[in-house]
C-alpha cells in the first residue's frame, strides 16, 4: 500500500506538498486538475505541469481524485456523447502522462453531504456531520447556501457555486432517474471509457454515496455491500474497480466494511480510510482515525486490506479542525497527518504480526 494525501493543488489548497513530505510515510498525493469545469478536457500540459509540481517536491502523483463526471452522463441525455468524448480525451492525456488511477463518483447532483461542517466535540475540536432529521428540515437551495457559508471560503468540491447556481434546473433534470436508470446510466459510460483504460492501463475506481442513502429523493447507488457486488459486474472488467470509503460506507451502520473489502477482493484500487461516531439513526459525525473515538474497528479494517492482498494507493480521509486550523473543511493539515500516522502504525503491526505468523 501506499500512503498518500489528498492535494487540491496549487491556489485551492493552503496544504502544501513540501508539508505533506514531511508527515512519516507518505510518499504520495492524489489530486486534480481543479480550476477545469467538469465535463471539460484536461489538457496534457496542464497534466504535466501539475506532476512535475509534485514530483519535484519529492512526492508522486499516486491517482486522480476526482475526474468528475458531467450530469448529462448521470441523466443519460443525447448531450452525454460530448462529455464521455472529453472523458476519453481525459483519461488518454492521463495515460500519456503515465497516472494510471482515476477516481470518480456517480452522484446526482450533490457530492457528499452534511448537515454541519464544524460540529463541536467535547475536546473542543470541530468536525463534519450529518443529521437525516435536519437534512429533512432544510431544502437543496438553502443546504448549498449552508455548505457555502461553512467553507471557510474554500471552493468545496462537488459543491461548486456555478453549479449550485442552477440546482433548481438541475434537480429538474434528474425526474424520473431511478436506481436502475442510474445504473444504466452509469453501465453506458462505462463500456465507452474502458477501451482506453486498457489502452493505458487506467484503473477507475467509483467512490461510494455518501451517505449511502438517498438525499432529497435523489437515488444512490454506490451504498452497500449489494450494490458494490452489482456494479463490478455491470462490466466485468479488472480496471472497473472502487474506492473504499470507509466514512462513506460506513455511515450506515449496517456496512459490515471487512466483510465489503473481502466481497470486493481485486477490485478495490484506492482507499480512503477514517472513523466516524453514530449517534442514531442517520445521524453520525465525523471524529478522529483512532478507533476508540467512534464507531469502527480500523485495526480489523487495516488487517482485512492487508490480508485480502489490496496493493494501491490509501489516504486518511476527512480529519477534524484541531490546533486552531482554520481549513477547507475536513481538509486541514493536521487532523489528516495523526490520521496517516496512525494508519501507518496499524500497518506495522499488521504487517510484523503477519511475518511472525508466517514463521510459526
Ligand atoms: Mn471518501
Not at 488518454?92 to 447532483?109: Q, R, T
Not at 435523489?218 to 470509503?245: A, M, Q, S, Y
Not at 503491526?349 to 505468523?357: D, F, L, R, S
Request: net charge negative.
Amino acid at each position: 500500500m501506499q500512503m498518500t494525501m489528498r492535494w487540491f493543488g496549487t491556489g485551492y489548497d493552503l496544504v502544501t506538498l513540501e508539508q505533506i513530505r514531511q508527515i512519516p510515510g507518505v510518499t504520495g498525493v492524489v489530486t486534480a486538475l481543479y480550476g477545469v469545469p467538469v465535463g471539460e478536457v484536461w489538457e496534457k500540459e496542464a497534466i504535466r505541469a501539475l506532476k512535475q509540481q509534485v514530483e519535484a517536491a519529492g512526492l508522486t502523483v499516486a491517482g486522480i481524485e476526482s475526474l468528475g463526471i458531467h450530469d448529462t452522463i448521470k441523466i443519460g441525455s443525447p448531450e452525454r456523447e460530448r462529455y464521455i468524448g472529453n472523458y476519453i480525451e481525459s483519461l488518454k492525456h492521463l495515460g500519456e502522462a503515465d497516472i494510471h488511477l482515476v477516481c470518480y463518483n456517480f452522484m446526482p447532483v450533490f457530492d457528499w453531504t452534511r448537515s454541519d461542517l464544524a460540529k463541536l466535540r467535547s475536546d473542543g475540536a470541530t468536525a463534519m456531520s450529518y443529521d437525516q432529521r435536519l437534512i429533512d428540515q432544510t431544502n437543496p437551495q438553502d443546504l448549498a447556501e449552508a455548505m457555502k457559508r461553512q467553507s471557510n471560503g474554500y471552493t468545496l468540491a462537488g459543491w461548486e457555486p456555478e453549479r449550485m447556481k442552477n440546482i433548481q434546473k438541475l434537480l429538474e433534470t434528474y425526474q424520473g432517474i431511478d436506481e436502475d436508470a442510474l445504473f444504466s446510466n452509469l453501465a453506458y459510460f462505462l463500456e465507452r471509457i474502458m477501451p482506453v483504460c486498457e489502452q493505458y492501463h487506467i484503473k477507475t475506481a467509483i467512490h461510494p454515496d455518501d451517505p449511502p442513502w438517498p438525499v432529497f429523493n435523489l437515488p444512490r447507488i454506490i451504498t452497500g455491500k449489494e450494490n458494490l457486488l452489482r456494479f463490478i459486474k455491470l462490466v466485468d472488467n479488472p480496471l472497473n474497480g472502487v474506492t473504499l470509503c470507509t466514512g462513506s460506507l460506513g455511515a450506515n451502520p449496517a456496512n459490515d466494511i471487512p466483510d465489503i473489502i473481502r466481497a470486493l477482493r481485486g477490485r478495490i484500487h484506492f482507499a480512503h480510510i477514517r472513523n466516524l461516531r453514530h449517534n442514531g439513526p442517520g445521524d453520525f459525525e465525523e471524529c478522529a482515525h483512532f478507533s476508540q473515538d467512534g464507531s469502527m474497528d480500523m485495526f480489523k479494517i487495516m488487517k482485512t486490506l492487508y490480508t485480502t492482498g489490496f496493493d494501491g494507493p490509501i489516504r486518511p480521509d476527512h480529519g477534524r479542525a484541531i490546533w486552531g486550523e482554520i481549513a477547507m473543511p475536513g481538509y486541514g493539515l493536521y487532523d489528516r497527518a495523526l490520521g496517516a500516522s496512525y494508519l501507518n502504525g496499524l500497518l506495522e503491526a499488521v504487517e510484523k504480526q503477519g511475518a511472525q505468523k508466517g514463521v510459526s
